[in-house]
């Protein structure tokens, strides 16, 4: 078969920036932590790393697009179990993929860092008090039970996407096999941002506050590690999003450039909100802004032109300064604002698209059938997300339990689960015991 | 003999330096400090969560020198060190029985 191999190419290369992602999450969560748990926070996100390259091979990738099951909740984990009949056919010839000229192997190594990079979100809101062991634990049953399930509902062809049998169908009826008016999430508001932000508001509530939350000071450790971080996260964006056109062509590049007008909107957002509210343009406000902003334009980098995405942008940046106060409200400590940025952001984005698609929204003439639309899948994957990770969170609650001690929490969780500290004022130690072997 | 410690605000300290040299002074010592006076700390915003940070960061300096250079040392300091703002520090004096030059061994004046 001839692939287009400017397209696999590029698919590869997206898919090498979402990888990225992660570790420039562990950057961003990692200097918002105190000094004394930030090994354990970048942990989180290397573990999920770790769980989720694994776990997709086997069953995730057959989860999400496998042989559908009934209902178009879920594909069949064993149909593909271990990628069986995913790279190559009975007659071992290359599986081409179903989203463009270029091998299925190609797309499945740009899904699993979606995966991975999703779960690695929910970290932020359990930062300083988790065992790394139910973590690891969660991370696996998590992303099996919550997140291949809604990509396969959303992407996979199932309940949430436009697909003859799915939700928009049932409301506004088919036309030519598939929904007269398809949901739009180019590149994961609903499956990534949404579902993540609602898991850590579940997660948040169900372990708990950190000790002293509220009362002692819980100040960022490092924030040049957060500028490094949001930047690490836009660069790895665009593969993100320019990389959900499944091409290296102009779906691609509009959605790069919707990606950088929202993302610079979302940071003026973040700071004249900052400016107007405590006095001070900050630097995590501008940083928090870059990934409200990105956060916003996911679902929407296609279905936008690049005037609308700053609005999209702009909103998104002030919206998530605003709700990521609500915490002291409501009293849960959602550490990192995992919920404030992804939640707030991730809704707004899915939701807007009802208003600012180029041909659909309601702003452009297209009524307000793509809003209604939008509105109820995210409400779909609120409630699914809501109730299966409380079913997880709480099983995990009972078996392994969710806290290190409090003396582990107080002296700090990078000594006492991981055996080591990220900063020494003055040297201490002074008899190396042998390693062993 | 004397010590003449100063609390002095970290930007200062390159002025402090230079006008002790040139007023004589052959050895100090500075450290990283942090406190506060009578103005207490300032307040920082993280996404809109104000935290009160009481220990502001200062510089403190130490210098021994003989009894009757105390006086104009701690005057080089304080002139020096001035801005007129809150916040600049304080400069105090206090007694040193005995000094010892950890190289020679030898004690007393000699060894400053």
Redesign the interface.
């Known amino acids: 078969m001839e692939w287009d191999t400017g397209a696999t190419a590029w698919m590869l290369t997206s898919a090498s920036l979402v990888l990225l992602m992660t570790p420039g999450l562990a950057f961003f969560y990692g200097g918002m932590v105190r000094a004394k748990s930030v090994l354990n926070m970048m942990m989180m996100s290397f573990g999920a790393m770790a769980v989720v390259g694994v776990v997709y091979v086997l069953w995730g990738w057959s989860m999400s697009y496998g042989e559908a099951g009934t209902g178009g909740l879920v594909a069949n984990p064993f149909a593909q179990f271990g990628l069986s009949g995913a790279i190559t056919d009975a007659d071992g010839s290359a599986v081409a993929s179903t989203l463009g000229n270029y091998p299925n192997v190609v797309d499945i190594a740009f899904q699993v860092t979606f995966a991975i990079i999703t779960v690695a979100l929910i970290s932020g809101a359990l930062a300083d008090r988790v065992k790394f062991g139910t973590w690891l634990a969660f991370t696996a049953v998590w992303v099996t039970v919550t997140y291949f399930p809604l990509a396969h509902m959303v992407w996979g062809g199932g309940f949430l996407s436009g697909n003859e049998n799915g939700l928009a169908a049932m409301i506004f009826g088919v036309t030519d096999g598939a929904a007269t008016v398809a949901p739009i999430d180019f590149a994961g508001g609903t499956v990534v941002h949404i579902n993540a932000g609602v898991a850590a508001l579940v997660l948040a509530i169900l372990i708990g506050k950190r000790k002293g939350f509220g009362k002692e000071?819980m100040?960022?450790h490092n924030l040049p590690f957060v500028m490094l971080g949001a930047a690490l996260l836009w660069f790895g964006w665009f593969g993100f999003n320019a990389g959900s056109a499944f091409g290296a062509n102009e779906t691609a590049g509009l959605a790069w450039v919707n990606t950088t007008s929202a993302t610079a909107a979302g940071i003026i957002g973040w700071l004249l909100t900052?400016k107007i509210?405590?006095?001070?343009a900050?630097s995590?406000?501008a940083a928090?802004g870059v990934v409200a902003g990105l956060v916003a334009i996911t679902p929407a980098a296609g279905a936008l032109n690049p005037v609308t995405s700053i609005v999209l942008g702009l909103v998104a940046g002030a919206l998530s300064?605003l709700a990521?106060?609500l915490k002291?409200r409501f009293g849960y400590d959602d550490s990192l604002?995992v919920v404030?940025v992804h939640l707030v952001s991730g809704l707004w984005g899915t939701v807007a698209i009802g208003f600012l698609a180029t041909d659909t929204g309601l702003f452009f003439g297209g009524g307000a059938q793509q809003l209604v639309v939008q509105i109820l899948i995210a409400l779909v994957a609120i409630v699914f997300s809501a109730a299966t990770t409380l079913v997880i969170g709480l099983i995990l609650k009972v078996t392994m339990g969710w806290r290190v001690s409090e003396d582990a929490e107080v002296g700090g969780i990078d000594l006492a689960v991981h055996g080591e500290t990220a900063y020494e004022s003055i040297q201490q130690g002074s008899v190396i015991k042998e390693v062993r072997a | 003999m004397k010590l003449v410690t100063g609390i002095i605000q970290p930007h200062r300290l390159d002025d402090v330096k230079s006008a002790l040299e040139a007023a004589g002074v052959r050895g100090m010592t500075v450290s990283e400090a942090s406190g506060y006076g009578r103005q207490k700390g300032h307040t920082e915003v993280y996404r809109g969560a104000e935290y009160t940070v009481d220990l502001v960061p200062k510089v403190r300096i130490e210098v021994l020198v003989d009894d009757a250079d105390a006086t104009a040392v701690t005057e080089v300091i304080v002139k020096a060190a001035q801005t007129g703002k809150i916040g600049d520090g304080k400069v105090w004096t206090v007694p040193v029985d005995d000094v010892a030059r950890v190289r020679t061994g030898e004690h007393g004046p000699g060894a400053l």
């Open positions: 000071p100040r960022p900052e509210r405590d006095g001070h900050t995590l406000g928090s300064a990521v106060g002291y604002d404030g």
